[in-house]
Structure formats: structure tokens, C-alpha cells
């Protein structure tokens, strides 16, 4: 996925031209860290003198010495369907951007000085934070189990699985024989990533015969990811490096090769090509090269392994091209059916047939069809799961005997388990109020077991193996939290707020069952509402750090994303984008109102193109927010999607409009993009906005900007940059360094609630 987003997504087919990437990947997939405890000893309630507390607010108050950096303006007038813009910052974005992806040390030295100066100004003025970070890492890293491992994935004669030792920062990846014994590493993490500033394993991936590994690491936070071959048995590499790639090896059924996708310069996954081992890279073959660069590219491999699917997509619309995975290396792809505007289809196989999710023929929530193998042209597609309004299909597993397809009504995820005459068909039941589920495919085609996770906000993540003949559930594995954890002190809630226009917008708040709901707890609301993402109902073990200090936590599931179905998505896009910033808007005023919060004291969280939504509603009603948190936060829209160079600008310009060629869509993204309508005439809360120098999917100087902007227009503030200079859109890939930076947005909240020397209730009755 590269949409601008962080988290542990139900399994969704996206372009890679969007903004989600690794900001809902990390917010949410930290989830997966996560929490369990039995401690009955963690009653406690929040009282009139804690309450006090959030009254009692302390300010960011730099030192007279420690003024913030003002950037330099070099005003530069934009024309636009007959309007002039004036961007004074748009020389922090440096010419070389491309070769600051590859190589940050050639950032422009003036660039770099602002931005070292802004770290230092946010350091000195937050200093008085650090004992409370250091805290609030030792609370989340306490719930991390930190030796810790997968359970056991069956291929063939082996079983696969991933690891992480005591104090090891990345996984190490192993293989047992498939009823066990003794363990064989194939690739430690820990070991490969000693003395770089920056390590990332996109994969790491078996060959059918069980013989070798292809891997794919980045090393600077741009995404570029080298492949390389390992020989199990010798524990050493082959010799040639693959560059550029999207990290996606696909393997050959002869073990010989293996497909990846090729990015260019601009970060856009162009080309599949095909690896011959023992070859020199730089003559790979080109299978298949995308001449439009609205459509990303992408490569995968059918469950039966029969096939090697080239998916040609963006938002709205995808074609797909498919060679027989034992197909001789100059093998041509064959196209299902070509493009057609505001068409998706998705393939997979079983049989004589591709089975397609699609939205064809208005399946606004998606169906099932299938088509024959030997002619799969569009005119011989026929429904195998007609469509049903308000349930979206999410993704689809097929099995030799059964096909498992995960869905979503009203908000809530099912797993649904049929056979191919669709009889019989089931689903597998849960009883809470909100929860998420995931399936994993696993490596095997003919089996019974569907292997699932089942986890809530109050309730951590559960791996089962389900046999889908008898309906049997065998539980595999339930997520520890060494420090400690008792669902039975939390409350998960989920109702709707009423938009202005009457749609019902789902929201899922977690607190204490301690904390009151009367107006005096602090609030923190978190949205993301783009691309059709769902942020899911899970288990975070990160935000227990909030919540055990008495914050309530909520979750809007706005329009722009996808909890309702892909109509939900499509009435929170392009003309109507407008349409996400007040949903949220309304969910924060309702949740004042119900005494969850209160007004000027809520503080509000969004990653990446949450970021925009936060970014938008402060600028609309500054007065409701006591603060707002920003991570990569992509908030220089018109700018950006103007600029037909960036990486995601053209495959974006279906989810926010084309603004170089319609003065429509100019107009609409101009009256919200953050930057762009800063306002005077209101104090504006607190603002923490962070970065990643090597982040090609929001670049580094959109929060630069939006924070020299702000701190020039703005009244109120203070305004604070954190800018990562060693990574990219997720920071850190490092599982115990990106709690260090999770900590800072933490204590940026808990400074604003006043709650900084709060300790959470469970080590306050220890």
C-alpha cells in the first residue's frame, strides 16, 4: 500500500498512489504491540483534585532565549485558472528532492539549517518533557512482549515463522520442520542492521523449493528497496542486488526467478520485471511497463500458486494482466480486460476460473464474479456473489475446497466461509460491541484451516486456526502484556453522531470504566477519512498510556473512509471532501455535548492524510481544540496535487480533483488545504506537526512550511516542527524507537490536558 496513512488494516486492495503508506500502518499496526493483563488491583477513580489537574493547564512557555526559528520568506506568485497564490516558503522544498530520497546528505545546506533549527527550538521548549517521554516508553515497551514470535506458518515439509530475541529491535525469520525440531534462522534482523541509521525489511520471501530467500531491505526511509538472494542451507547471498523496487519479490515456480516491480526516479512503481538468478541485474526483463502515470503497479502471486497476477490501478479504476507462474521467462502477461474508467477488479483463481472483486455494473460495495481462465474478457464475467448494498466486500481468500471472505456492515467486520455452489455458507460469530478481524491466507491452497485474528480496544489481538469443514476454533495464540492488563477496567463504546446533512456517523471511544463522563475528562479524538481506509476497532497497547491517566479516547469514522462501505468513501471525496472535516467537526462538538470532553481542551490526532483533517478543522473552528497533533501531516494540498512531479500527485487526482486542469477542483482544495487558509482573527491551540526528510509520499517541507506559515499568520500557538532526519513516512522501523517517537506526540497531549504528573492509575495503586 502507499496511500498517506498507519495500522492493522483488514486486508484491502489499494493503488500505490496514495498517502496511507506507513502513518494509519504505524498508528495503527503499533496497535499490534500490544496489550493483556489480569491485575484486578487497577480500580481506582479519577477524583475532584485530578480534575483540577486538567483545569490547571501548563503551557508551553520557551525560554526568553529560545525563540523559535523564523524562516525566511522568497515569496514566489503562482497563477491558477486566473488566481494569484503567493507561497513565501516553497524554497524549503529543494530542487534535488529526488536525490535526497536516495541519498539525504545531499540536502541543500540551507534547507538543512532550518530544519536542524526547528529540532533544536522544539527540544529546548519541550524539554521539560523528557522525564514524562522516558516514562511513557517504559510504560509502552513494558507491554510489549519482547521475546516474542508468529505462530508457525505450514509450507510443504517446513513451517515458517517470525521472531524477536529480548531487547532486539527486528525480527528474525526462521523455519522449522513442519511438526518441529530444530530451528534454522534464515535472516536476523538484528544482525543485518547493525551500524545503519535507518533498516526496513519489506519481506522476506521463501523460494517454492525451499532452497533460498529473496529479501528486501531500505535503508534511508525513501522505500527504495534492494532485493537480494540468500541459500538457506549456506547462510550466504548470491551475488547480484536488485535496486529500486517496491520491496515485492514474487518467485517463479522454478525457483529460478522472480518478478518485482521496478520504481523510477519520482517513487513510481513503473515496471514489473523478472529476475533471472546468476543474471546481472541491469538485464532483467521487462514484463510489463505502465505508460500512464496515474496507474501504479503492483505484483502478486494467486493463493494456488498457478499464477502471477501484474495489477495495473489507482483509486478508481484497475486492470490486471496474468502469466502462468511456470510460464518460460519470455513469457508475454495476458490481460484479463482492459481499463475502464471508475471500474476495479481484483483477481484471484481457483480452478478453470479467475474469481474478481469487483464494483462493475454499480456494485458500489463490490462483488464476486468469475470468468474462464481460457477467455476472461469482460463479456464472459458472470456473478458468483451478486451485490448487496451497505455490504462491503472486503477481500476474499479461495481455498481448494472453500472460499473465506471477509465483509463489513454497519461498521463491523465478518468473516463469512462458503463453497463454490455458494451453499452452506456461514459466518464465524463475535460477541462485543467493536472489534476487528483479519485474515491470513497463509501459504497453503488445499487446507481446511483459516487462520484468523480476532482483537477489540479493550480486548488484545487472538490468533485462531479455524477449521472450516467441522466450524472448529483452536486458539493459536493470545497477545501478552507483560506489565499487566484487565479488560474488565475499560469500556468500549460505539454509537453515532448525526451529521448536519443526517448521516450517521459511527464513532468508537475507549476509556476507563473510572473515567467520568461529565465534562471534566480530557479528550482526545483521532480521524483519518481518506482513500477509503477504516480505521479499525483494535487493540493499541500504545494509547493504554492515555487512557490509564484518565483520557477518554475516540475514534471518528468520518466519510472518506470506508466504515459504512465504499459509498461512505465516495461521499467524503473530490467535490465533496468538504464533507470529512465537518463530519469530524460534528463528531467533536457531539462529544463535548455528551460530556466527554470540553470544548478548547480536545485534542485532536491524524497521520498523513489525517494530518489534512486535522490540519482543515483547526483552521474551521480553532475554538473547539486545546490541540492538535499533525504526524506527517499533508496539509500543503493545492500545492502539491498542482505539481504533476511528486510522486502521488497523478494517481491522486481521482481522489481530490485535478486542480491544474479544472478550475473546479482548484477552487474546492484551495477553500480547505491547511496551508492555505490560516487564519487571524482566532487563537489557534498548540500544534505539533512531524516530519521525515526522506518521505516521498508527504514530503518534508509540507509541515515545514505549514508551521513557518503558521507561526508568521497565526495568533496563538506556539507551533513546534519535529522533523525525523533519518527516515521517512513511518519514522523509525525500529519496534522500540518508534515508541521514543510515539512518546513525544503522548506528552505533547498530556502537557496540554495538564496531565503531566499524572502517573497511569495501574502503577499509582501498585
Same mark, same amino acid.
Given at each position: 500500500m502507499s496511500v498517506r496513512c498507519l495500522g492493522a488494516l483488514a486486508p484491502q486492495h489499494h493503488p500505490f498512489g496514495t498517502r496511507l503508506g506507513t502513518a494509519v500502518l504505524y498508528a495503527i499496526a503499533l496497535a499490534a504491540c500490544g496489550s493483556s493483563s489480569n491485575d484486578n488491583r487497577l480500580r481506582a477513580t479519577v477524583s475532584a =483534585? +485530578?480534575?483540577?489537574?486538567? !483545569?490547571?493547564q501548563t503551557m508551553f512557555l520557551p525560554a526568553a532565549e529560545n525563540q523559535p526559528p523564523i524562516a525566511e520568506k522568497r515569496p514566489v506568485e503562482i497563477q491558477q485558472h486566473g488566481q494569484t497564490r503567493v507561497d513565501d516558503y516553497g524554497w524549503l522544498r529543494d530542487e534535488n528532492w529526488q536525490d535526497v530520497l536516495r541519498d539525504p546528505d545531499v540536502l541543500r545546506a540551507d534547507v538543512r539549517a532550518h530544519l536542524e533549527a526547528e529540532n533544536a527550538y522544539y527540544e529546548q521548549a519541550t524539554a521539560d518533557l523528557q522525564s514524562l517521554r522516558d516514562a511513557l *516508553? +517504559? !510504560?509502552?515497551? %513494558?507491554?510489549? @512482549? !519482547? #521475546? +516474542?514470535? =508468529?505462530?508457525p506458518s505450514p509450507d510443504g515439509p517446513f513451517a515458517y515463522a517470525m521472531r524477536f530475541r529480548e531487547g532486539g529491535e527486528y525480527p528474525v525469520f526462521v523455519r522449522t520442520l513442519r511438526d518441529g525440531g530444530e530451528e534454522t534462522v534464515l535472516y536476523d534482523g538484528d544482525i543485518e542492521s547493525e551500524g545503519e541509521d535507518f533498516f526496513n525489511i519489506a519481506a522476506v520471501e521463501h523460494s517454492p523449493n525451499h532452497a533460498l530467500i529473496a529479501y528486501a531491505v531500505d535503508r534511508t526511509g525513501s522505500e527504495y528497496f534492494d532485493i537480494r538472494i540468500r541459500n538457506m542451507e549456506s547462510a550466504e547471498d548470491l551475488g547480484e542486488t536488485v535496486h529500486s523496487t517496491d520491496g515485492d519479490p514474487v518467485w517463479a515456480a522454478d525457483s529460478g526467478s522472480f518478478f518485482y516491480t521496478e520504481r523510477d526516479d519520482n517513487q513510481r512503481p513503473k515496471r514489473i520485471k523478472r529476475h533471472v538468478l546468476g543474471t546481472d541485474p541491469a538485464e532483467d526483463i521487462l514484463v510489463y511497463e505502465e505508460p500512464d502515470d496515474s496507474f501504479f503497479l503492483s505484483v502478486e502471486k494467486s493463493h494456488s500458486e498457478a499464477y502471477i497476477f501484474i495489477v495495473s490501478s489507482k483509486m478508481t479504476t484497475s486492470e490486471a494482466r496474468f502469466l502462468r507462474a511456470d510460464a518460460p521467462v519470455d513469457s508475454e502477461p495476458v490481460l484479463i480486460a482492459p481499463r475502464t474508467d471508475d471500474e476495479l477488479y481484483y483477481p484471484e483463481h481457483h480452478g478453470d476460473y479467475f474469481y474478481l472483486r469487483t464494483n462493475a455494473d454499480d456494485a458500489v460495495d463490490f462483488k464476486i464474479a468469475r470468468t474462464p481462465v481460457t477467455a476472461p474478457g469482460r463479456e464472459n464475467w458472470q456473478d458468483w456473489l451478486a451485490h448487496r448494498? %451497505?455490504?462491503y466486500l472486503l477481500d476474499f481468500v479461495p481455498f481448494a475446497q472453500r472460499m473465506a471472505r471477509l465483509e463489513r456492515e454497519n461498521a463491523l467486520p465478518r468473516i463469512v466461509i462458503s463453497d463454490y455452489a455458494d451453499e452452506d455458507a456461514y459466518d464465524i460469530d463475535f460477541a462485543e460491541q467493536a472489534y476487528a478481524l483479519g485474515i491470513d491466507a497463509g501459504y497453503e491452497f488445499d487446507t481446511d484451516t483459516l487462520r484468523f485474528s480476532y482483537e477489540s480496544p479493550s480486548t488484545p489481538e487472538q490468533i485462531y486456526d479455524f477449521d472450516m469443514s467441522t466450524r472448529e476454533r483452536t486458539l493459536r495464540k493470545t497477545q501478552e502484556v507483560p506489565s499487566g492488563h484487565n479488560p474488565s477496567l475499560y469500556t468500549v463504546e460505539r454509537f453515532a453522531v448525526t451529521a448536519d446533512d443526517g448521516a450517521e456517523i459511527p464513532v468508537t471511544i475507549v476509556r476507563l470504566r473510572s473515567t467520568p463522563v461529565d465534562g471534566t475528562a480530557p479528550l482526545l479524538l *483521532?480521524? *483519518?477519512g481518506s482513500y477509503g481506509i477504516t480505521i479499525p476497532a483494535s487493540f493499541e497497547t500504545n494509547r493504554l498510556s492515555l487512557v490509564d491517566r484518565g483520557v477518554v479516547y475516540a475514534i471518528a469514522h468520518i466519510r472518506g473512509g470506508a466504515a459504512k462501505g465504499r459509498q461512505w468513501y465516495l461521499d467524503g471525496k473530490l467535490d465533496k471532501k468538504t464533507t470529512t472535516f465537518t463530519d469530524f467537526i460534528r463528531v467533536a462538538e457531539e462529544l463535548q455535548a455528551r460530556g466527554y470532553g470540553r470544548a478548547g481542551e480536545t485534542v485532536i490526532y491524524g497521520g498523513s492524510a489525517g494530518g489534512l483533517l486535522v490540519g482543515a478543522a483547526v483552521n474551521l473552528r480553532p475554538e473547539l481544540f486545546g490541540g492538535v497533533i499533525g504526524a506527517v501531516p499533508f496539509v500543503d494540498v493545492l500545492n502539491t496535487i498542482s505539481d504533476a512531479e511528486l510522486p502521488l500527485t497523478p494517481p491522486e487526482w481521482v481522489e481530490w480533483g485535478d486542480p491544474i486542469r479544472d478550475a473546479n477542483a482548484y477552487t474546492t482544495i484551495a477553500s *480547505?488545504?491547511?496551508y492555505d487558509n490560516i487564519r487571524n482573527d482566532i487563537d489557534y491551540p498548540p500544534i505539533l506537526a512531524t516530519g521525515g526528510l526522506t518521505d516521498y509520499r508527504v514530503t518534508y517541507w509540507e509541515p515545514a512550511k505549514w508551521v513557518a506559515r503558521l507561526r508568521d499568520e497565526a495568533q496563538g500557538g506556539?507551533?513546534?516542527? @519535529?522533523?525525523?532526519m533519518e527516515a521517512g513516512h513511518g %519514522?523509525? #522501523?525500529a519496534r522500540f524507537e518508534r515508541l521514543r517517537e510515539r512518546s513525544h506526540d503522548f506528552a505533547f497531549a498530556l502537557k496540554i490536558f495538564g496531565l503531566t504528573e499524572r502517573p497511569p492509575i495501574h502503577h499509582a495503586q501498585r
Open positions: =483534585t +485530578d480534575n483540577a489537574m486538567i !483545569e490547571e *516508553y +517504559d !510504560e509502552m515497551r %513494558g507491554r510489549i @512482549k !519482547e #521475546a +516474542d514470535s =508468529t505462530v448494498p %451497505g455490504i *483521532y480521524g *483519518y *480547505y488545504s491547511p506556539p507551533f513546534f516542527l @519535529k522533523m525525523n %519514522g523509525s #522501523a
